[in-house]
C-alpha cells in the first residue's frame, strides 16, 4: 500500500488549503482513510476518517466546521479541505489507511490504521 499526500503550504490564519492523498497497491476496498496531524513537541493527533464503503466521515472536535474531508469516485483519492485555518492547524499531516471494520472509527486512534505515508507540511502563520 503506498499513500501519496500533497498541497501542505504556508497560509496566513482565515486562509485555505486542499490536501489531497493517492492511495495505491492494493486490491481491496473495505477500508476507511483518515488524516493524523503532529505538531512539534505535541502528541499525534487524529484529525478527519472516511469510510470508502459508505462514505461516512468522522472529524475532531477541534477541526469540526472548518475542516472537510472526502474523496472520488474510485475511493482512491481522499482530499481534506482546510478553511479558517488557525495557527494552532501548523503541522505535518499524514494521510493514513486502515481496513474495516475499524472499532469506534469516531475515536480516530492511529492504531487502527496499519498504512502511513509520508505527511506533508501545513504552517498557518498569525
Known amino acids: 500500500v503506498q499513500l501519496q499526500a500533497s498541497g501542505g503550504g504556508l497560509v496566513q490564519a482565515g486562509g485555505s488549503l486542499r490536501l489531497s492523498c493517492v492511495a495505491s497497491?492494493?486490491?481491496?476496498?473495505?477500508?476507511?482513510i483518515a488524516w493524523f496531524r503532529q505538531a512539534p513537541g505535541k502528541e499525534r493527533e487524529g484529525v478527519a476518517s472516511?469510510?470508502?464503503?459508505?462514505?461516512?466521515?468522522w472529524y475532531a472536535d477541534s477541526v469540526k466546521g472548518r475542516f472537510t474531508i472526502s474523496s472520488d469516485n474510485a475511493g482512491n483519492t481522499v482530499y481534506l479541505q482546510l478553511n479558517r485555518l488557525e495557527p494552532e492547524d501548523t503541522a505535518v499531516y499524514y494521510c493514513?489507511?486502515?481496513?474495516?471494520?475499524?472499532?469506534?472509527?469516531?475515536?480516530?486512534?492511529?492504531?487502527?490504521?496499519?498504512?502511513w505515508g509520508q505527511g506533508t507540511q501545513v504552517t498557518v502563520s498569525s
Open positions: 497497491g492494493f486490491a481491496f476496498d473495505d477500508y476507511a
Open positions: 493514513v489507511l486502515g481496513r474495516l471494520p475499524i472499532w469506534n472509527i469516531a475515536a480516530l486512534k492511529s492504531l487502527n490504521y496499519d498504512y
Open positions: 472516511i469510510d470508502i464503503t459508505d462514505r461516512s466521515e
